[in-house]
């Protein structure tokens, strides 16, 4: 059975970087389907973050286009979220999930909080 | 960016009863829509997807309808654990959008 699971520092200073790390297990992600990142904000809104690809190229929301950086290390099976210069208004829960159209599978979330 | 917008934002229901929820795009999205289920301090449940096509493991009450730019959740007879936060999200291009959510509570 497929799984993820999101990893890192659940607090983040403004203007400084966000790190998280997605470890799936069940499935290698050089196989086949896309991996996404998914943010919930406070007040339940939702928003996709961006993609890494089963052969590693990468989309990202345009929001975010400046800031955002998703890579993997395929001996680890993982992929990872790189968020620089955040502000309180990155405060949120982040999901890591299984493909770009929809998402059958997701972590279970890490709530970031950025606040000095 | 295509907006999803569902109504109602809060649907207060009794169990036993059925529902429908709407999830409308700002353009036409054929049949790209699929919709989650959110309790609190959970991830979120693939329940519908591409408009109309059931989940293996997601109960027959649940189903889904519509294309174009108008789409509805149904849950025929819900029952008290289906009292969660419903989302829907488009698929048709990038990037991927998600509705405000609609909020099913016990009346």
């Known amino acids: 059975e497929i799984q993820l699971q999101e990893s890192g520092p659940g607090l983040v200073k403004p203007s400084q970087s966000l790190s998280l790390t997605c470890s799936v297990t069940?499935?290698?992600?050089?196989?086949?389907?896309?991996w996404s990142w998914i943010r919930k904000f406070p007040g339940n809104k939702m928003e996709w973050m961006g993609y890494?690809?089963?052969?590693?190229?990468?989309n990202y929301n345009p929001s975010l286009k400046s800031r955002i950086s998703i890579t993997r290390d395929t001996s680890k099976n993982q992929f990872f979220l790189q968020l620089n210069s955040v502000t309180t208004e990155d405060t949120a829960t982040y999901y890591c999930?299984?493909?770009?159209?929809?998402?059958?599978?997701w972590g279970q979330g890490t709530l970031v909080t950025v606040s000095s | 960016d295509i907006v999803l917008t569902q109504s109602p934002a809060t649907l207060s229901v009794t169990p036993g009863e059925s529902v429908s929820l709407s999830c409308r795009a700002s353009?036409?999205?054929?049949?790209?829509i699929h919709w989650y289920q959110q309790k609190s301090n959970e991830s979120p449940r693939l329940l519908i997807k591409?408009?109309?096509q059931s989940i293996s493991g997601i109960p027959s009450r649940f189903s889904g309808s519509g294309s174009g730019t108008d789409f509805t959740l149904s849950i025929n007879r819900v029952e008290s654990e289906d009292f969660s936060v419903y989302y829907c999200q488009q698929s048709y291009s990038l990037p991927r959008t998600f509705g405000a959510g609609t909020k099913l509570e016990l009346k």
């Open positions: 353009q036409g999205i054929s049949t790209s």
């Open positions: 069940g499935y290698t992600i050089t196989s086949g389907y896309d």
């Open positions: 591409y408009a109309s």
């Open positions: 999930a299984r493909g770009v159209a929809w998402f059958a599978y």
């Open positions: 890494i690809s089963y052969s590693g190229s990468t």
